[in-house]
């Protein structure tokens, strides 16, 4: 017996099948819900985190000291040295009156500022502003260059970068075993929705097979019904994550907070946390579904 149907049928079939299931349906759409709100803050945590590190590497600099018995020509000689060492980008010699100079103008708004304007280039000293390539490894960076014969001290923060990148490796590790984790058990739980369909009906499914049903036309409405039940969980938990980011955003939008850390804006980046949970959604519904139809099919 073999009849065409359209996808109104499946999908009709499909809201048919979650409507009689209620509290079973309803647990599924919750779990999903729960668990790609907990990887979406994770991935977004993580997300927020690697843009701040990467405004740190746009800046990853450090400043290293020339010794003070070094001439001026000596001191731009050694520029050569340090370009040559491992995981230096680039390298800008700055004079000590420049150093002066630049000094006076960062702080021209502090009350202090004339007593800032009227230091003496003599305080300074003749630097290199070394940039690099990787800031995981501005330790190791800082101490090849302080070797170079000739640089005397430096001004670095090691252990602020190394704080960065070491939270953001935990976040993002800590995020991709939820997402495995949870999409497992978001499958799980659809998985065994579906199967407590195909279990009442499966007389229903015994019969259709005998009739010439094909597996496609038998498996279509609960593919459908697991589909329905991701896509609805993908769209909730789309709107609950968009309104805990907001109110996140709202709490640290402090002048404090906002010197030290800037969160991306949600209607930056909504497009792809949409497609994000909307996939997720349709590949636990889709596969809880194939794996709960499957042992029905073999008749």
Known sequence: MKRSYNFGYYIAEGFRSIFTHGLMSFTAVFMIVACLLIMGSFSLVAVNLERELGKLEQDNRFLAFVDE??????????KTQIEAVPNVASVIFETKEEAQKNYAAKY???KNAALYAELPAEVFRDRYAVHMTDLSLIQETVDAVEAVE???GHQAAPEVAQGF???????AGVAA????????????IIYNTIRLGTFSRREEIVIMKMCGATNGFVRGP????????????AVLAFFCQWGIYEL????????????LLSVIPFQEIWPKVLGVFAGAGLVVGTSGSVMAIHKFLNV
């Open 69 to 78: 018995t070094y001439t001026r020509e000596q001191a731009m000689a050694l």
């Open 108 to 110: 021209a708004s502090d």
């Open 150 to 152: 000739g640089i005397e």
């Open 165 to 171: 990148v070491l939270v953001r490796n935990v976040a």
């Open 177 to 188: 075993i939820l997402i495995v984790l949870l999409l497992f058990i978001s499958g799980f």
């Open 222 to 233: 609960f593919i459908f019904e697991g589909m329905i039940l991701g896509l609805i969980g």
């Open 248 to 259: 996140i955003v709202q709490a640290i939008d402090t002048e404090t907070t906002a010197q």
